[in-house]
C-alpha cells in the first residue's frame, strides 16, 4: 500500500519453522507487543489523530532504545496509532494486545521464495532464520510480484508468516475524470470530461447516522458501567455485539460502493480522484465533515475499497491534497463563505453552490492541473438529490 505507484496488494499466509531455538523471536515478539502498547496507551491519552512526523517525534527515540531497529519503530508507532484510530471508532475502549504478532518492513527480512526461507533481524542485531512451509503452487501466483512487509505471528504453538505482495498495474490512459467527496451524509461523485464538462453527478447515502447509533448504544453501556463492562460477561457481550454490527454494515457498504464506482468509473474509462485523507489530517484543522466520534476509519475504508475495485479494473487512481476544495468559488476562485446548510455563497462574485459539488469540482480542477493533458473550463451544477442508495443498486443489479 505504499508508494504511489498503483499496486495490486494480496498476502500469502505460510507456516514458518525457526532453525533452532524459538526464544530469540519470542523475546523479539514480546518486546514488539510490549512496545506497540505502550504508545497505543500513550497515544490513547493524547485525544487527536496525530501526524506520522508528530508520532516520530514523540516515540522513535523510546522505542530505539529499546533495541529495536529504525524500521521496527516506524512500524510500532504506525500499526499503534492505527489500533487507537479504529478503536475509537469500532468500539471505544483503549485496545489491550495479547496476541504475539509483528509487522515487520522489507528493511528487516530477507525471502528467498526459492530456497523457501526468511530471515528476520530482530531487535538488539540479532537475526533468526526460518524455513517456510507451503505448496509450490501457492507461491508460484507471486512471481513477479515484489513483496514490502509482512507480519509474524506465534499462534498455538507454532509461528506464521503473512508476506504481503504487491503487483504494479498500469492503467490505461483515462477518457474522463471522476472525482469524489466523502461526507458524513453522502458519497457524491461526479463525472467530467477532459475538456470539464460535467456529464454526471451522483450522489450515495452513508450509513454513517447508523454507525453512529450503534456508538452511542456502546458509550451508554461503558457509562452506565465505567469500570466492570469489560469483566461482566452479559455487558461486554452486548458491546461486542455493537462492534460486531459497526464492522459489518462499514465493510458491506465499503464493498458495496467501491463495487459501485468502480464499474461506473470503467463504462466512463474514468481517472478516479480521491481525496488524500493523510493531507486532511495534517491540514489540522477540525473538519466539519468528519464527525469526531467516528473518525477516519471510515472513510479509509470506503477509499480503500474504491481504490481496490478500480485498480484492478485497470483505471487510474490518484489521491488529491483537499485542502481547500470546499472553500474554494469555483467561477472566481474567491473564498465560500456558508449559507445555509450544506450551501455555500462567494462573496465576490455571488456565485451560489452545493458543498458537496463544489469541493468534486475543484478536486477535479486540483487534478488537472496536476495532469495538464485536459483543459479547464467553468461548471457550476446543481446538485441532485441524495436519493441513490449503493445498497438497493447493487441489489437491482445482481
Ligand atoms: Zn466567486
Known amino acids: 500500500m505504499r508508494g504511489e505507484e498503483p499496486a495490486l496488494v494480496e498476502a500469502l499466509k505460510m507456516r514458518a519453522l525457526p532453525e533452532g531455538s524459538y526464544d530469540r523471536l519470542l523475546d523479539f515478539l514480546r518486546l514488539y507487543r510490549d512496545a506497540v502498547q505502550s504508545v497505543v496507551d500513550r497515544v490513547w491519552g493524547i485525544n487527536e489523530g496525530l501526524s506520522k512526523k508528530r508520532l516520530h517525534r514523540l516515540f522513535y527515540d523510546d522505542l530505539v532504545s529499546l533495541g529495536l531497529r529504525a524500521h521496527h519503530a516506524k512500524e510500532v508507532y504506525v500499526y499503534a496509532e492505527s489500533l487507537v484510530d479504529s478503536a475509537r471508532g469500532n468500539g471505544g475502549r483503549r485496545p489491550v494486545l495479547r496476541r504475539l504478532s509483528a509487522r515487520v518492513d522489507r528493511y528487516d527480512y530477507r525471502l528467498d521464495l526459492d530456497g523457501m526461507t526468511l530471515t528476520l533481524k530482530l531487535h538488539s542485531n540479532y537475526e533468526v532464520r526460518l524455513k517456510l512451509v507451503t505448496s509450490k503452487e501457492r507461491v508460484e501466483k507471486f512471481r513477479g510480484w515484489s513483496n514490502y512487509e509482512l507480519v509474524v505471528k506465534y499462534d498455538k504453538g507454532g509461528f506464521w508468516v503473512s508476506v504481503y505482495f504487491k503487483r504494479s498495474v498500469k492503467p490505461s490512459k483515462p477518457g474522463t475524470v471522476m472525482s469524489i467527496d466523502l461526507n458524513f451524509d453522502n458519497v457524491t461523485l461526479a463525472v467530467f470530461t477532459l475538456d470539464g464538462k460535467l456529464i454526471r453527478l451522483k450522489r450515495f447515502k452513508t450509513p454513517h447516522r447508523r454507525i ?187
Open 212 to 398: 453512529l447509533t450503534q456508538r452511542i448504544w456502546i458509550e451508554r453501556i461503558q457509562e452506565r458501567y465505567p469500570r466492570s463492562w469489560r469483566y461482566i460477561r452479559g455487558v461486554r457481550r452486548a458491546v461486542e455485539r455493537h462492534g460486531k454490527r459497526i464492522r459489518n454494515i462499514s465493510w458491506d457498504y465499503a464493498h458495496k460502493l467501491g463495487d459501485l464506482v468502480a464499474e461506473l468509473a470503467l463504462k466512463h474509462h474514468s481517472a478516479v480522484v480521491l481525496e488524500d485523507l493523510e493531507k486532511l489530517r495534517e491540514n489540522g484543522k477540525k473538519n466539519k465533515r468528519f464527525n469526531k466520534r467516528l473518525g477516519l476509519w471510515f472513510y479509509r475504508r470506503i477509499q480503500f475499497c474504491v481504490e481496490y475495485e478500480a485498480m484492478e479494473r485497470g483505471l487510474e487512481v490518484v489521491k488529491i491534497n483537499p485542502r481547500g476544495t470546499s472553500s474554494k468559488c469555483t467561477r472566481c476562485g474567491g473564498k465560500l463563505v456558508e449559507d445555509g446548510h450544506r450551501v455555500l455563497r462567494c462573496r465576490k462574485c455571488g456565485f451560489v453552490g452545493d458543498r458537496d459539488v463544489t469541493a468534486t469540482v475543484n478536486l477535479y480542477r486540483k487534478y488537472v492541473s496536476k495532469h495538464p493533458r485536459c483543459g479547464v473550463s467553468g461548471v457550476a451544477p446543481n446538485a441532485p438529490k441524495a436519493d441513490a442508495d449503493p445498497r438497493s443498486d447493487a441489489g437491482e443489479r445482481r
